[in-house]
């Protein structure tokens, strides 16, 4: 990873009642709603190669994404209010970001609270980071 960009891995849990179309559906509108935006790029995440002989590609783990930013505190800021969009029309839903093994799970917490785990993910992370770049 070049020392001017972020990695954030993106874990959408949908919530027990949904099945793998929706957890697809989900992880397909984040990924473009985060194109959208001022990110570098957004990869599915892989789980390995298919079995030999199959005639797929890469295996992916529906519901996770890579994203790739610069170190800036606002676009991490940005890429956690989209993360909070997808989470916010159903509360049983969540998505986790993990950054360096630190992860900030998103869910059905107060507004409140989840700006305060926000702001630190970002501080740590983001200006930290920004400063040493």
Avoid: W, Y
């Avoid at 996770?64 to 606002?74: M, N, R």
């Avoid at 956690?80 to 997808?86: C, G, K, L, M, P």
């Avoid at 029309?89 to 917490?109: C, F, K």
């Amino acid at each position: 990873m070049e020392s001017d960009s972020l990695q954030v891995v993106m874990q959408i849990d949908a919530g027990e009642d949904a099945d793998l179309e929706e957890l697809e559906e989900l992880t397909q509108r984040l990924r473009r709603l985060l194109l959208e935006s001022d990110v570098e790029s957004v990869n599915r995440v892989s789980a390995g190669d298919a079995p030999s002989g199959a005639r797929a590609g890469p295996l992916l783990l529906v519901g996770s994404l890579l994203v790739t930013l610069a170190k800036s505190p606002d676009l991490l800021k940005m890429v956690t209010r989209v993360a909070q969009s997808i989470v916010g029309a159903n509360p049983a839903r969540s998505v986790e970001l993990q950054i360096d093994g630190d992860r900030l799970v998103l869910n059905n917490v107060s507004t409140e609270q989840q700006q305060e785990l926000i702001a630190l993910f970002v501080q740590c992370h983001a200006q930290a980071n920004a400063a040493s770049g």
